[in-house]
């Protein structure tokens, strides 16, 4: 059974810096992608970033992009988002999913991890 853990949210102010780290068990994800997403109060779950397992090839939603780095450690099977210089609209609760396929149907999701910025 695949489990995605999530962990590293927190308060912080703006301009500050979370890393959040997602631990992933249950099978290899060799060919699968790791998404991180994010809901807001009040607004719909939107797409954070995401990245390859195999290849570590990353992609960034235009909200986040130079500001947020993703990446992995195949070795621990965790994936990081390094989020620099945040904004009070990046409060959010934050999810790391992953699925088969460079652009996958996300299969398995973890809890999520809150992260508050304020300004």
């Known amino acids: 059974q695949v489990q995605l853990v999530e962990s590293g949210g927190g308060l912080v102010q703006a301009g500050g810096s979370l890393r959040l780290s997602c631990a992933a068990s249950?099978?290899?994800?060799?060919?699968?992608?790791m998404g991180w997403f994010r809901r807001a109060p009040g607004k719909e779950r939107e797409f954070v970033a995401r990245i390859t397992w195999t290849a570590g090839i990353t992609w960034y939603a235009d909200s986040v992009k130079g500001r947020f780095t993703t990446s992995r450690d195949n070795a621990k099977n965790t994936v990081y988002l390094q989020m620099n210089s945040l904004k009070p609209e990046d409060t959010a609760v934050y999810y790391c999913?992953?699925?088969?396929?460079?652009?996958?149907?996300?299969?398995?999701w973890g809890q999520g991890t809150q992260v508050t910025v304020s300004s």
């Open positions: 999913a992953t699925g088969l396929g460079l652009y996958p149907k996300y299969d398995y």
């Open positions: 249950g099978r290899t994800f060799s060919g699968y992608t």
